[in-house]
Structure formats: C-alpha cells, structure tokens
C-alpha cells in the first residue's frame, strides 16, 4: 500500500485488510523517521503503530545520527537549506526512546554495520552512521 508515516490510522486501517493482526507483526520504518519532524512526533507514530498490533511483534528501525561523527550538524544544516523535505538526523538517546516499553534483541541499539555482522562485513562508521535496533513486544 501506499500511505503517508505520519497518518498512522490510515495505514492501520490498510493494513487490517492485508495482515493477521492475530500473528505477530514486523513493523520496520527503515530510514525513513528522519523524515518525520520532531514537531510531526515521530515517537507517537511508532506507539500508535505499535499499540495496534499484538505481543510477539517487532520493530526495526535503522536511523541516520547526528551524534556519531562531529560533522553531522553541520550536515544536516547544509542538507535541509537545499531541500523542500528536510531531514532530522537524531541521538542514540532519541532512536532508543522509539523502543519505549519493548525488549531490545541481542546486540541492542548500535550502529547497523555492527547489528550481527557478518565477519568480512564492510564497516562504514563515520559521517553517515545510522542508530539500528530490533526490538519485541512483549508479553507474547
Ligand atoms: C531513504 S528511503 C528508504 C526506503 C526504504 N525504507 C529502504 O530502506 O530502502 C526513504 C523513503 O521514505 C519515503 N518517505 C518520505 N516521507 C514519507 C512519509 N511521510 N511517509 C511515508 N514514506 C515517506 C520516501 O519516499 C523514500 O522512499
């Protein structure tokens, strides 16, 4: 389906008609909540999402950062003066506040190149690091 993030009902609304809400679901707003404003509250679209579905159910987000490379700021200011849809790059302390009242799976919130990598994975930190984490409804 096609719908906008920050219309949380309308997408819960489509996907009752597609998904078991029965079963545990996967929500995964994968580099994509950068694109939500803190004014649009990012944290209750993810609550409301996850509110809807039942226990067993996860949530994966991979986010950009703002606080893992100094130049990040300055990134984000010169990015958001030349585009009409800015982006909000965010903490490690904001990503995790999407995982209120989850359990965070096995390695936690860090950096997704270090999200059970593979050995002879590419590790690309720096500039464009992004907060990653699975985490579980609990209660199933
Ligand atoms: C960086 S891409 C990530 C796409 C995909 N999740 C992935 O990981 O490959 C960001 C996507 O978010 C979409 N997007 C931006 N604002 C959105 C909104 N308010 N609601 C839904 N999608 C949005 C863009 O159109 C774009 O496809």
Redesign the pocket.
């Known amino acids: 389906m096609?719908?906008?993030?920050?219309?949380p009902g309308l997408i819960l609304e489509r996907a009752a008609g597609l998904l078991d809400f029965g079963q545990p679901v996967a929500v995964?707003?994968?580099?994509?909540l950068?694109?939500?404003q803190d004014s649009e509250d990012p944290w209750g679209i993810v609550a409301r999402l996850m509110d809807a579905v039942p226990p067993g159910s996860y949530l994966a987000i991979?986010h950009p950062a703002l606080d893992v490379h100094h130049a990040q700021p300055t990134i984000q200011k010169v990015y958001n003066a030349n585009v009409s849809?800015p982006q909000t790059l965010r903490t490690r302390d904001e990503v995790a506040r999407f995982f209120t009242g989850l359990d965070l799976v096995e390695p936690g919130l860090v950096q997704v190149h270090q999200w059970r990598p593979d050995p002879d994975d590419f590790a690309p930190e720096g500039v464009f690091s992004n907060h990653g984490a699975v985490g579980r409804k609990p209660g199933a």
Do not use: G, K
Not at 2 to 7: G, I, P, S
Not at 28 to 32: D, F, G, S
């Open positions: 096609q719908a906008d993030l920050r219309d995964m707003p994968i580099a994509v950068h694109l939500i991979s849809t």
